[in-house]
């Protein structure tokens, strides 16, 4: 059972300046990608999370208090168009009571997965290899972002990756693998093998925390889901740095983990992305188990 905690009353002067702070950075985060929507252009790095992941831009934009948060004044009562708010004499708050029971019942698969993942350690040798197998024996027009250029030809790419490090452990990654590279894995994950392989070392582990983030909406706060929303895009970065394309034209120098120079790059990097994720995790893993036992 979870204790019943005292709620945090913010004024209606409050809760707007939280708002609009929120708005301001998500503009700043989002204007490239809104600039080439009508272009037809597609960005790597600064498009990828909001084609791979299904929440868009009006959505992250749009502020939530989170559980426990009573806003003031008359404003706050816009708030109610969404079902999971109701009013009391504070004022207007989140009711995770009223969320649907689909919605409960996820949160509290949420809350074991994440819980499975704190408990193993964390795992830094895979050094990138995912995306270099995600073109392994293509063609130039399977290769899934060939608008932009490879490092190498494909002969000696291929030979990068047969003697690369195939140990990735995320479903999610291992689906786009090449059907020749998928051998080469040591693991073969599955969907359903997902919360037995998860770690919070892997990349991926911790750039999901963002799409754990908005599964959760409305009931995740607007400032845990932008912090994971700009983890997530850093780390999209890093993983283009570390593939075989070539994206110096678009500001982004290569991390070489074909070199001991670039592996070393790459493990401090994904050592810092997994300290940043930690206590994201955990934030999650709290939030899942208070909306699955309200």
């Known amino acids: 059972m979870i204790a019943t905690r005292p709620s945090e009353i913010l004024t209606a002067a409050e809760w707007q300046a939280h708002r609009r702070a929120h708005e301001e950075r998500v503009d ?14 597609r960005h790597p790095v600064e498009d990828f999370l909001f084609r791979y992941y299904s929440f868009r831009p009006a959505a992250l934009r749009r502020w939530h208090p989170g559980p426990g948060v009573v806003l003031q004044g008359q404003a ?26 689909k919605r409960r019942a996820f949160a509290a698969w949420l ?12 795992f830094f040798g895979c050094f990138g290899w995912h995306e270099w197998a ?8 399977e290769i899934r972002h060939n608008a932009h250029p490879l490092r190498f ?18 479903f999610d990654a291992f689906r786009f693998f090449t059907p020749p590279a998928r051998p080469l894995n040591r693991h ?3 969907r359903e093998t997902t919360i037995e392989l998860e770690q919070p070392g892997c990349l991926h582990a911790n750039m999901d925390l963002y799409k754990w983030a908005y599964k959760l909406s409305p009931a ?22 570390a593939s075989p394309y070539d994206l110096q034209d678009l500001g982004y120098p290569p991390i ?12 401090k990097l994904q050592r810092e992305f997994s300290t940043r994720g930690e206590p994201l995790r955990q934030r999650l893993r709290e939030l899942a188990e208070r909306v699955a036992a309200p």
């Open 153 to 170: 030809p494909p002969d000696e790419l291929a030979e990068i990756v047969e003697q690369g490090s195939g140990c990735c452990t995320h």
């Open 188 to 190: 073969q994950p599955t």
């Open 111 to 122: 809350a074991e997965f994440l819980a499975a993942t704190q408990s193993r350690p964390a």
């Open 134 to 141: 995600m073109v392994y024996r293509q063609s130039p027009e």
């Open 220 to 241: 995740t706060p607007g400032s845990l889901l932008l912090t994971c929303f700009e983890l997530a895009r850093n780390i999209r970065e890093v993983d283009m740095r």
């Open 256 to 267: 070489k983990i074909e070199t001991a120079a670039g592996r070393g790059e790459y493990e």
């Open 76 to 101: 706050a009562r816009e708030f109610l168009r969404w079902p999971e708010y109701q009013e009391s004499g504070d004022g207007v708050e989140l009711a995770v009571e009223r969320l649907p029971a």
């Open 28 to 41: 700043l985060l989002v204007a490239g990608h809104r600039g080439r929507v009508s272009t037809g252009r």
